[in-house]
DNA sequence: AGTGGAAACCGCCATT
DNA sequence: TAAATGGCGGTTTCCA
């Protein structure tokens, strides 16, 4: 994981009646020429079991020139779910074509309910996954071998990936895009898109749960905003409890309820990745740093750092030096 | 690398 | 009665 290469080609696998927005997340992604702002390209092409036209769930039709053999030759593949229930597999021609890739060294990642075709290539025995909300339950009871997790945004196992809802997509691929290419070029398709630029793999599907009577406004994203405006400063799970006007014991349950993750982890995590943007972008010691995004050492930093990106934060900088 | 104190986490449970 | 709350304490994790 460390040293892979960033992808260049890139295909999406568009089974009959495709969803449409997964499609066009990952067209807008790939498919879409952004190198004039200094954005990387990508070699895109859309795969399906035979070229031709293709319906999507909505009525749309698209024309798809390539096959499977081009959906093997890809370094990353986007296996895009059908629109209607995943009960039927994929034919055995792209289960395989879906393995060779893998096999081949192409990262493998799904969208929604392009799990359950992932997940009917074994690839994905012994290994996290998640999917659609609504189809945990049925992928739970037929993918024994598989350690779902219902309630993420996405789940990344390195070479596997699969996202949940359609627009969680967009989520993967951004993340997908930090991993390989760096925070500063995820951002800049996030700020094309107009999206916010991070939410976290492990927030749940259900961010803000409507409620029912008039108490829209909880304060706790406010705090959370306020945390993110004020990482340097030590942040204590009773300051921000405080913050939100709860006891700590019911914000950490609130907390989780809404992000999926503990206040510590989720503060861990962004001071992280405020971490490794201050590293791709400026120029300040490993120290300064540290010091910046609220690590109380340099020690801190580095240790957290070489636990989630596998490198320590000088090789980080000097690896994305030259972009 | 080891370590001691502090913070965090989470199940449990009484209370509202 | 069902659901939310918040205190308690055992265990884990963090960090200087």
Known sequence: VTATRPFR??????PSCVG???LGIVGEVFGCDRSAGGLPGFDFACCAHRPGRVRTESGIEVQVDH????LVAADLVIVLPPGYAPDRPEPPEVLAALREAHRRGAIVASCCTGAFTLADTGLLDGRRA????????????RYPSVTLHPDVLYV??????????????????????????????????????VVAPHRDGGQAQFVARPLPDGCCDDNLSGVLEWA???????????????RALMSPRSFARRFREATGTTPAAWLRAQRLRRAEELLE?????????????????????????VRQRGVPPRDYRRAFAGR
């Open 9 to 14: 080609s890139v295909a999406a696998y568009l």
């Open 20 to 22: 449409d927005l997964s």
């Open 67 to 70: 096959g499977l053999d081009r």
């Open 130 to 141: 998640t999917t659609h909300w609504q189809w945990a339950e049925r992928f739970a009871a």
């Open 156 to 193: 990344d196992e390195g070479d596997l990936l699969t996202g949940a809802g359609s627009a969680a997509g967009m989520d993967l691929l951004l993340h997908l895009l930090r991993r390989e290419y760096g925070a500063a070029v995820a951002t800049a398709f996030a700020r094309h898109m």
């Open 228 to 242: 993110l405006a004020n990482l340097d400063r030590p942040l204590t799970v009773e300051r921000l409890a405080a």
């Open 281 to 305: 972008t400026g120029d300040l010691s490993v120290e300064e740093v540290a010091r910046r995004v609220g690590f109380g050492s340099a020690a801190a930093l580095r240790e957290h750092f």
